[in-house]
């Protein structure tokens, strides 16, 4: 029978707490479902972890959907389609990319709107199998593995909505500055490189900014060597700026941030990772006219365009650390230490 990692009821914590960990467990002796009408039975092979999870996991409120009992988390994962529900477009034996948001094309979903697979009440894919509705998979790119697959739907799907689906359209030849080497920038940088842009990656040492550079880097800055390194993003472009900054830290950031954006720039905001604190950022954006975007989640769409450019360019996305099911319990510990370059993975099946 199947198996789950489900999340214990508990008191908030730091997200990046080990402690934390200790809300998960492994149940065993599921039952398998069964797909409906437009719905597949999924078997899932690989699960990718993103900090919003580890988030869920600690009960954290910094994100808004607190976790209901026996949650199941997480929402990256790619598997094989084991059977298919009446009307299915789907058919047997086909791999797929699961997209954790309910957001097929159109607009921007709402939070509420967007399901957040993995949250709230809303079960996940830590799990060896599950039913999908038909317009949440989308045809992974076929030369990859499924470690691969499953680590491109949150983190590629994000950077590819901040850097082609966002209000200022992307052009071959801009400045892009990827801050950090997690996750997400990772993908930007890479995306980024791929679709003819200058990548500007800035990380905390060397070795990460190594990996930036095998990415499609140009540009290199250790901001532990070089904190003011807004300054040195207008040093290397001849006091232009770059024309997108993508920041995935928050308030610790953005004023950086701000100061590498040109003028008319963008800043695209994709995470909160440092502690909020009081800033006063209107002087410099209208003075600037400067663009602050908000990046919330991805479409389909947005995750076929990551599809279309592994396919044109053979492109491999960077993967950290893989962990088995059964060691689910270490890869969240791998997570909250914040020094993977790349994704952490975990193996559900073989």
Request: some cysteine; glycine content about 10%.
């Amino acid at each position: 029978m199947p198996s789950a990692w489900q999340i214990a009821d508990g008191e908030a914590q730091d997200w990046q707490s080990i402690a934390a960990i200790e809300n998960l467990h492994l149940v065993h002796d599921i039952p398998k479902p069964v797909p409906g009408p437009g719905e597949v039975l999924l078997n899932i092979k690989a699960v990718a972890l993103n900090a919003r999870d580890m988030m869920v996991v600690a009960h954290n409120p910094v994100y808004p959907a607190i976790a209901i009992p026996e949650l199941v988390p997480c929402g990256d994962a790619a598997g094989v389609i084991e059977a298919v529900g009446p009307d299915s477009k789907w058919k047997v034996g086909d791999k797929v990319l699961f997209n954790p948001v309910a957001w097929v094309d159109g607009p921007v979903k709402t939070f509420e709107e967007s399901d957040g697979t993995g949250a709230g009440s809303h079960q996940g894919t830590l799990r060896e199998y599950a039913v999908f509705p038909d317009s949440r998979l989308i045809a992974a790119p076929s030369h990859l593995s499924f470690v691969e697959m499953a680590s491109l739907a949150a983190a590629a799907g994000t950077a590819s909505h901040t850097l082609f689906y966002n209000r200022i359209p992307f052009k071959k030849g801009d400045i892009v500055v990827a801050q950090g080497t997690g996750g997400v920038s990772a993908f930007v940088i890479q995306l980024a490189a791929a679709a003819g842009a200058t990548v500007i990656a800035t990380s905390s040492s060397d070795e990460k900014l190594s990996t930036a550079r095998s990415l499609g880097a140009t540009h290199l800055i250790n901001y532990r060597k070089t904190p003011d390194w807004g300054a040195e993003v207008l040093r290397i472009t001849n006091g232009q700026g770059a024309d997108h900054v993508v920041d995935v830290a928050g308030a610790g950031t953005i004023e950086q941030s701000i100061l590498a954006a040109k003028h008319g720039g963008l800043v695209s905001l994709i995470g909160f990772l440092t502690e909020s604190k009081k800033t006063d950022l209107v002087a410099p954006i209208i003075i600037g006219a400067k663009t602050i975007y908000g990046v919330l989640g991805m479409s389909n769409v947005m995750l076929e365009k990551v599809v279309e450019l592994y396919n044109e360019h053979q492109l491999h996305p960077p993967i950290a650390k893989v962990f088995k099911f059964q060691e689910a319990k270490d890869a969240f510990a791998e997570l909250t230490r914040l020094s993977a370059v790349g994704k952490i993975v975990v193996e559900v099946g073989v």
